[in-house]
């Protein structure tokens, strides 16, 4: 293979037959192989670590999240067709039953294979449609296709609910790869997360398919509404949207228990359930010094702070009442702490600025679910939110450190 690349490379350099194709050449090869650059003055950095494979640290912290989305989002669609009898009504089903595989939610291998026909799909749509605005601006660009990509791609298709439409999925991520990075100039120049700008879009252009009761479980050869009207008593709400509307008595009157909604086996978005994957994740990229942890704890700190002061208040709102174990466990908190706002394209740079930006993202995530009921899962709206002030909190930081070490030579 490393031969074949060599033979090829002269052809994509500049004078070659496919020279305007140079960016596809250099995604595959550095992809497969670690560049054979190297620099011809000081200073030196001997490091096998690139941007590539920072980026594929982060994939590596996603595996807990991305299987836990199969087995859940199987899970729940099995228990639906348990209940509608198990009706065979769609390709998935097909593919199931061929493999003598049936729709017991006690199956794990059934729930799994199940929950991975739906998500790769959205994967798919999400990789190849972003994957295209991404080789389209390297080739017009005359740049490298960035890396960070198969992480954005990844993150976009862990946020939605697991039956959006694909063609909103194509959408969405266009959106976020378009607007929200390469007209700022591409990675590394953008100041919002292009996954978040995705879903935010496709939150405020069609909320009735991306929030709801109706959206988060998905079956085959059904419309969501369609189908949870013709089954008595079961609902499709999230432990969130139900804490919105009941506080936690309505959570613990559908069975949710806070162990459940810790591991994750509940309604929800695709990777955003459980909690206990997301923290692998965080441990993972802590470890590996990938993610800050300033951020993630300063994240923590906010959110616990924030609802902690919201319990001592007296008010009808159920959301006041909330403890802060409930809020970590509920709606996409702890993905959004650990993946979302640790983006060290969009966050704060400086160490006193990463506390101060993941203490505001806490305390914002907090102050949305409880004034706003309608919109019970915040934490989207405050990393978007902390994003812009991140160059703000830095400038700041950074002028108060001068005014210090200027005063010392007063």
């Not at 909690?275 to 800050?292: D, E, N, R």
């Amino acid at each position: 293979m490393r031969r074949l690349l060599d033979n090829m490379k002269p052809h994509f350099n500049q004078g070659g037959r496919f020279e305007k194709y140079h960016a596809l050449y250099e995604m595959v090869d550095t992809f497969l192989y670690t560049p054979s650059d190297s620099t011809r003055s000081a200073p030196h950095v001997r490091d096998a670590i690139d941007l590539k494979r920072l980026m594929s640290y982060v994939v590596v912290a996603l595996i807990p999240c991305i299987i836990w989305s199969w087995y859940n989002t199987g899970y729940q669609a099995n228990l639906v067709l348990q209940e509608l009898g198990q009706v065979n009504h769609g390709w998935r089903s097909n593919l199931l039953q061929a493999f003598n595989l049936g729709f017991d939610p006690g199956d794990i291998l059934a729930c799994t294979l199940h929950g991975l026909l739906f998500f790769l799909p959205i994967y798919l749509t999400t990789l190849v449609v972003g994957g295209c605005w991404e080789v389209l601006f390297a080739i017009i660009r005359k740049h490298e296709v960035n890396e960070g990509f198969l992480v954005t791609s990844m993150l976009f298709a862990l946020t939605l609910p697991p039956n959006m439409p694909l063609w909103m999925v194509a959408l969405g991520i266009s959106f976020g790869v378009v607007i929200g990075k390469e007209i700022f100039g591409g990675t590394g120049k953008n100041f919002l997360n292009p996954a978040l700008v995705g879903r935010a879009f496709l939150f405020f252009a069609y909320p009735a398919e991306i929030s709801g009761d109706l959206v988060w479980v998905a079956i085959d050869g059904y419309t969501s509404s369609t189908l949870l009207m013709g089954l008595d008593g079961y609902s499709g709400a999230t432990p969130l949207g139900l804490s919105a509307l009941g506080g936690l008595e309505a959570v613990t009157a559908a069975d949710y228990s806070w162990w459940q909604a810790f591991i994750g086996l509940m309604p929800g978005s695709l990777g955003e359930t459980s909690t206990l994957a997301c923290l692998l994740g965080a441990a993972f990229l802590i470890y590996t010094k990938v993610a800050s942890w300033r951020i993630i704890f300063g994240v923590f700190l906010g959110m616990a702070i924030t609802s902690a002061l919201f319990n001592l208040l007296e008010s009808d709102n159920p959301m006041m009442a909330m403890p802060w174990h409930w809020h970590l466990v509920l709606g996409g908190f702890a993905f959004g702490m650990v993946f979302m706002a640790t983006d060290p394209v969009s966050a704060a740079m400086t160490n006193a600025g990463r506390w101060v930006f993941g203490i505001l993202i806490g305390f914002m995530t907090v102050l949305i679910r409880v004034m706003n009921p309608a919109f019970p899962e915040g934490i989207m709206l405050a990393i978007l939110f902390a994003n812009i002030f991140a160059p703000l909190i830095d400038y700041v930081v950074i002028q108060l450190n001068i005014r210090r070490r200027m005063r010392r030579y007063d």
